[in-house]
């Protein structure tokens, strides 16, 4: 059974950076698209950026676009979101999600069907 573990979450103070890391186990990682979600108290998840099996396509919500990127290393089966210039209101529990390979629609949030535990980030003010 495939697994995503989540990792690098911590405290920071706004304006800096944290980079979190999802570890996938299975030998098709490089076939699936990836993306990164967040959960802040009391609100719905909420899509913060997806990267294409391929690595060569990515997309980010606007809240992010400019501050965060996502990458893959599909030799080591992990995919990363360098987070930088944070906010308060970026804190949330960050969840790393896996949609089925090769899908279409990898840009749509609605794809990913399977997900990691996910990693708390907390931006001081």
């Known amino acids: 059974q495939v697994q995503l573990v989540e990792s690098g979450g911590g405290l920071v103070q706004a304006g800096g950076s944290l980079r979190l890391s999802c570890a996938a186990s299975?030998?098709?990682?490089?076939?699936?698209?990836m993306a990164w979600f967040r959960q802040a108290p009391g609100k719905e998840r909420e899509f913060v950026a997806a990267?294409?099996?391929?690595?060569?396509?990515?997309y980010y919500a606007n809240s992010v676009k400019g501050r965060f990127t996502i990458s893959r290393d599909n030799a080591e089966n992990t995919v990363y979101l360098q987070m930088n210039s944070l906010k308060p209101e970026d804190t949330a529990v960050y969840y790393c999600?896996?949609?089925?390979?090769?899908?279409?629609?990898?840009?749509?949030?609605?794809?990913?069907?399977?997900w990691g535990q996910g990693t708390q980030v907390t931006v001081s003010s």
């Open positions: 999600a896996r949609a089925p390979p090769y899908s279409a629609s990898w840009y749509y949030s609605g794809v990913y069907d399977y």
């Open positions: 299975g030998r098709t990682f490089s076939n699936h698209p």
């Open positions: 990267i294409k099996w391929s690595a060569d396509s990515t």
